[in-house]
């Protein structure tokens, strides 16, 4: 062993292997105040259990300028897509200088932070190479975090770079191979913190957003394992089913909720997720506690890896009771309007047929003495009663509240007559025999008013003479 690179590395190995730390070769621990193997093994640790991969890289760097006596250090973190970074100088062993922390810093300014950045290569310098700090700091932070030599070594998080550690001295100096080492250690430490807590925190929301979906989904959502016990449900799962989640979990999915008479059925597709991951999507009875039945739709997916232990289904329903019900209905009523249509249709021939019976009795007849042929061209009979009548104005049909319930006087298959106490002062009317929605809906022109008095009290009997059929509003 005849260095410390050597020995650093080999640390790192012997950490990641859960080994016990190497004893420190004396022989090249230099100028260290303290034992750098020893210090990276104690870091390295950290790195592993840190909750914060930037915070993690402030306290190592502090206290690795304290090891390699550097009287400065900083911290780079990237924002705003890339396009800028914000740094904090500090003073090791003399506290932070508040001062300069918080540093929001354009990429395109001419500094050794920035460039490390840009290119993530690790670089040293000292004041005559170029601007060790911003130049877009002000002058009073300049002065506070003047440097003369710097080292930099950059923060890489999923293939990108995100920042960058410095340590700098106030006096001219260049930092060995073995303090560069060190740095660029904390900075691989680092970067692996950040990634790490980074990866933590977004698999942290996606389980909370997972966890809030869970909640408020309206579908049922019920994990299973591979031998169908229900291992999980959601609230809707409970409220659609009536039970408990600690009445379901640890049950069998057959026993629990569905009908035996399904179950052959669904066990065929259960067989078919065990051969492969897939979506199955079916229909079945779900039963509640109370023993009633409500119709689900299933999409059932299994997840997991080839261990059977470890493989779990989620089975997501939704309750299409009711939209199976209005369906059901909305079956029959079609159902009965094809019946009533059907009769409508004999009716209609019926009375086409007796219609043309009346006038070829007519036909025979002798017209009454006194009466004009084009009344009675065909013969007419009493029919005292009510009917919906209502004057037509125009081509189109009047609306419902228009209609009057009046008493008819007699009916022919050309014409009929009605009954009323004024007189009328419209030509056409509109006349509904039988009861909507199912009337018929006949238009007349009035073809005579006859007056007459009962009682003293007097009344119009109006003729008319059919003219057509006309749909009511």
């Not at 840190?50 to 911290?75: K, P, V, W």
């Not at 979906?213 to 019920?222: C, N, T, V």
Request: charged letters at 25%; aromatic letters at 6%; one cysteine or more.
């Amino acid at each position: 062993m005849n260095s410390l690179e050597e020995q650093i590395k080999k640390t790192v190995d012997e950490i990641a292997a859960g080994n016990a730390v190497p004893a420190m070769d004396t022989a090249v621990a230099g100028t260290f105040t303290g034992d750098p193997v020893a210090w990276l093994a104690q870091w390295t640790k950290s790195a592993a259990e840190c909750e914060d991969g930037f915070d993690f890289a402030h306290r190592a760097c502090a206290s690795l300028a304290d090891l390699t006596q550097a009287d400065r250090y900083a911290i780079a973190r990237t924002e705003d897509n890339g396009e800028y970074f914000t740094v904090d100088f500090h003073g090791a062993g003399a506290g932070v200088d508040t001062r300069a922390a918080g540093i929001r810093v354009p990429l395109v300014d001419p500094s050794l932070l920035t460039t490390v950045i840009r290119t993530s290569q690790a670089l040293q310098a000292n004041q005559t190479a170029g601007e060790l700090v911003p130049a877009s700091l002000p002058d009073s932070l300049a002065a506070d975090v003047r440097m003369a030599s710097a080292a930099v070594v950059p923060l890489n998080s999923e293939e990108s770079t995100c920042g960058a550690i410095m340590l700098g001295s106030t006096r001219s100096r260049q930092f060995s191979e073995s303090e560069m080492c060190l740095l660029e250690s904390v900075g691989h430490l680092a970067s692996a913190a950040i990634s790490r807590t980074g990866a933590l925190s977004r698999l942290s929301r996606q389980e909370s957003m997972l966890r809030t979906l869970h909640g408020a989904m309206d579908a049922m959502m019920i994990v299973v394992n591979d031998r169908g016990e229900i291992t999980d449900v959601n609230p809707a799962a409970c409220l659609i089913t009536g039970f408990e989640p600690g009445e379901l979990i640890g049950r069998s999915l057959w026993s629990a909720l569905l009908v035996s008479d399904d179950l052959p059925n669904i066990k065929k597709t259960w067989q078919r997720l065990k051969q492969r991951q897939c979506t199955e999507r079916f229909e079945s009875f779900v039963l509640t506690k109370r023993g009633s039945r409500r119709r689900a739709s299933w999409s059932v997916s299994r997840f997991g890896g080839d261990n059977v232990a470890e493989a779990a289904v989620v089975c997501t329903a939704i309750d299409i009771t009711e939209r199976c019900e209005a369906l059901d209905r909305a079956t029959r009523a079609e159902a009965a309007t094809a019946q009533a249509r059907e009769m409508f249709t004999d009716l209609e021939q019926r009375i086409k047929t007796g219609e043309k019976q009346i006038e070829q009795a007519a036909e025979k007849s002798e017209t009454p003495q006194g009466v004009s042929l084009e009344r009675r061209a065909r013969a007419r009979r009493q029919y005292p009663y009510n009917q919906l009548i209502a004057p037509l104005r125009g081509t189109r049909a009047p609306d419902h509240q228009v209609f009057m319930e009046t008493k008819c006087h007699d009916i022919s298959s050309r014409g009929f007559s009605f009954v009323t106490d004024k007189q009328p002062d419209y030509e056409r009317v509109v006349v509904a025999f039988g009861t909507p929605p199912m009337a018929v809906y006949l238009t007349a022109d009035v073809r005579h008013v006859t007056a007459k008095h009962e009682n003293g009290l007097p009344h119009y009997v109006v003729g008319c003479r059919y003219t057509g059929r006309v749909r009511a509003k």
